[in-house]
């Protein structure tokens, strides 16, 4: 059976694209990353450090997570086609 890797490709791509997009907008709108960024009471809490150190792992915990959970849902996907 011929397998679509442009379909499998292109899919995977679009979400690990829109995980990474969405991920650091659903970070910014945490009251914790708030707080850090200046919304504390009187700019009680502020560390810009997390810019630096979170930010980066948000992004790319957005784009791998959502891009595995495809991979894997493709696989067996396939294990089952091919099981019939």
Do not use: Y
């Not at 442009?6 to 690990?16: E, K, M, P, R």
């Not at 659903?26 to 009187?42: A, D, I, K, N, V």
């Amino acid at each position: 059976m011929k397998r679509h890797a442009d379909g499998v490709t292109c899919g995977g791509c679009a979400l690990s694209a829109a995980g990474a997009t969405l991920a650091p907008l659903l970070w910014l709108s945490m009251p914790r990353t708030q707080r850090h960024l200046g919304g504390g009471f009187e700019n009680e809490g502020m560390d810009f450090t997390v810019l630096l150190t979170e930010l980066p792992f948000v992004i790319l915990g957005g784009a791998f997570l959502p891009l595995l959970a495809f991979t894997v849902s493709a696989r067996l996907r396939e294990r089952r086609r091919n099981a019939r």
